[in-house]
């Protein structure tokens, strides 16, 4: 079956560096999704890429789709104390509506 | 908006004892909601797919005898883990999606604990 991983599995990084965690799908995917989960929450959805190549920014977020669009990967520049989170990505299969989630990378900064 | 309601948030109980926990959907019409299981640390894991109406699509693995699916209505989906087990412990957490390539709303998720 589809298989999702994200590496790294844990970065720790000193408040204002930046932070990149990279999602690998092992077969194409219709679209990708990233979710971020606070400790003891759920998860929250971030934001969705469909098109090959496909770059989107949230403010110090930015998300970029793969151009054979089995990768993605989510990059947050400056980070600060509330990017604090798992960060999941989470790959759909064409024709199918369910999610298969990424292993996260767990984000913890160093104040 | 897209709130996701789960209720309980915790439960305690006893081996052999079946527990029902309830996912709503509270502005927004579900098409679909989704079960996951997650463990300490782990990402989620897809335990069935339910449409509203219908049967639930269990994923592999997933004893569809242990885990009832009801979903109900457009807004309401419910897990019944039967004759519950200390294997059976983890975090329970549903989302509800308005169907095709809308994102998942996840409610806040179930803590089980069997003694």
Same mark, same amino acid.
């Given at each position: 079956?589809?298989?999702?991983?994200?590496?790294?599995?844990?970065?720790?990084?000193?408040?204002?560096?930046?932070?990149?965690?990279?999602?690998?799908?092992?077969?194409?995917?219709?679209?990708?999704?990233?979710?971020?989960?606070?400790?003891?929450?759920?998860?929250?959805?971030?934001?969705?890429?469909?098109?090959?190549?496909?770059?989107?920014?949230?403010?110090?977020?930015?998300?970029?789709?793969?151009?054979?669009?089995?990768?993605?990967?989510?990059?947050?520049?400056?980070?600060?104390?509330?990017?604090?989170?798992?960060?999941?990505?989470?790959?759909?299969?064409?024709?199918?509506?369910?999610?298969?989630?990424?292993?996260?990378?767990?984000?913890?900064?160093?104040? | 908006?897209?709130?996701?309601?789960?209720?309980?948030?915790?439960?305690?109980?006893?081996?052999?004892?079946?527990?029902?926990?309830?996912?709503?959907?509270?502005?927004?019409?579900?098409? *679909?909601?989704?079960?996951?299981?997650?463990? =300490?640390?782990? &990402?989620?894991?897809?335990?069935?797919?339910?449409? !509203? /109406?219908?049967?639930?699509?269990?994923?592999?693995?997933?004893?569809?005898?242990?885990?009832?699916?009801?979903?109900?209505?457009?807004?309401?989906? *419910?897990?019944?883990?039967?004759?519950?087990? =200390?294997?059976? &412990?983890?975090?329970?957490?549903?989302?509800?999606? !308005? /169907?095709?390539?809308?994102?998942?709303?996840?409610?806040?998720?179930?803590?089980?604990?069997?003694?």
């Amino acid at each position: 079956g589809q298989q999702v991983m994200q590496i790294p599995q844990y970065q720790h990084v000193q408040e204002g560096e930046d932070f990149t965690t990279y999602c690998n799908s092992s077969t194409t995917l219709s679209n990708i999704q990233w979710y971020k989960q606070r400790p003891g929450g759920h998860p929250v959805f971030l934001i969705q890429l469909v098109k090959s190549g496909e770059v989107k920014k949230q403010k110090r977020l930015t998300f970029q789709f793969g151009e054979a669009k089995k990768n993605s990967s989510l990059h947050i520049t400056a980070t600060q104390t509330t990017d604090v989170g798992t960060y999941f990505c989470a790959g759909r299969d064409f024709g199918n509506e369910k999610l298969t989630f990424g292993t996260g990378t767990r984000l913890t900064i160093i104040p | 908006g897209a709130v996701v309601s789960q209720h309980p948030s915790r439960v305690i109980c006893k081996s052999g004892t079946s527990v029902k926990i309830e996912c709503r959907s509270l502005d927004f019409q579900a098409t *679909t909601m989704f079960w996951y299981r997650q463990f =300490p640390k782990q &990402s989620l894991m897809l335990m069935a797919t339910s449409n !509203e /109406g219908s049967k639930a699509t269990y994923e592999q693995g997933v004893e569809k005898d242990k885990f009832l699916i009801n979903h109900a209505s457009l807004t309401l989906s *419910t897990l019944t883990v039967t004759s519950a087990h =200390p294997e059976d &412990s983890s975090f329970y957490i549903c989302s509800a999606s !308005e /169907g095709g390539d809308q994102p998942q709303h996840f409610g806040d998720g179930t803590r089980l604990s069997i003694l």
